[in-house]
């Protein structure tokens, strides 16, 4: 099949792609199955995952040599194939930061809300230790954790709601999204920096954090109970 045989019916359903390309000697075949993922790549605005990839190229290709050689020819380019979110994205390298801002005012990657100390260290504790509900957050922090800073990080598109704990009251729990991951360029969780090794930088302590040793930020108000916190929890954040 050719690659004109791969546009769309009339009635609006795609044609099936050859992806095998059998007709085409084992150099050009790899050179079109390289450009094919490139260009899928290119125009996706996230990262593509594997799967999505596979669909273009032979049942026999292997994708991992695809994108070492399409790295390859970008080395001397200023963006790069860069694994994140459990998929692949073109990203302009890190160098050209500064000529970006000269020329918009701000880099690829920052248009966000720049995260105050306490969100930033929620997030942080909601990547190592989810699924995490709001009131273990608080139990963690030895003070009680806002919704609004809780909606915060939810509106950044950091956190999500996470499957219901088994706790009296079944709260919902929060886990990090493929946009959080996407933002601090992890691929996996497993990307996270390793909890120890932070400790012995001398970057965290897990033993101040348990005794709450973090002054601001945090807590909106004082005496609300705990658990009725969590009812409230419950039923609004849904629709948060």
């Known amino acids: 099949m050719s690659e004109a045989s791969a ?45 999505v990839l596979a669909r273009v190229v032979g049942k026999n290709c292997n ?19 860069v694994a994140v979110a459990s998929g692949w994205q073109h990203r302009t390298k890190k160098i050209f930061g500064d000529a970006i801002r000269a020329a918009f005012g701000t880099a690829a ?11 930033a260290l929620v997030l942080m504790c909601i990547a190592y230790f989810q699924p995490i509900t709001r009131g273990e ?20 598109d ?19 999204t493929k946009a959080f991951m996407s933002h601090f360029g992890l691929d996996t969780l497993r990307d996270l920096p390793d909890f120890e ?9 897990k033993e101040k954090l348990l005794a709450g040793d973090i002054p601001v930020g945090l807590a909106r108000g004082e ?8 009812r409230v929890d419950v039923v609004g954040d849904e629709t948060a």
């Not at 990657?109 to 969100?119: R, W």
């Not at 950091?158 to 990090?176: D, E, K, L, M």
């Not at 005496?223 to 969590?230: F, H, I, K, L, S």
């Open 7 to 51: 546009r769309r019916k009339p009635n609006g359903q795609p044609v099936l792609l050859d992806t095998e390309l059998d007709h085409l000697p084992p150099e050009l075949r790899w050179r079109e199955w390289m450009g094919r993922v490139e260009a899928v790549v290119f125009a996706a605005s996230e990262p593509v995952p594997r799967e």
């Open 63 to 81: 994708l991992e040599l695809i994108i070492d050689d399409i790295r390859a020819e970008l080395a001397g380019r200023p963006y790069e194939l």
């Open 109 to 119: 990657g920052e248009g966000a809300k720049e995260l105050s100390q306490a969100e």
């Open 137 to 156: 957050l608080s139990t963690f922090f030895g003070k009680e954790v806002s919704r609004d800073l809780i909606a915060t990080l939810r509106g950044q």
């Open 158 to 176: 950091f956190i999500a709601s996470g499957p219901r704990s088994p706790q009296p009251g079944a709260p919902y729990t929060y886990v990090t």
């Open 197 to 205: 090794a932070l400790e012995d930088a001398g970057l965290l302590s």
């Open 223 to 230: 005496g609300d109970g705990e658990e009725e916190e969590e």
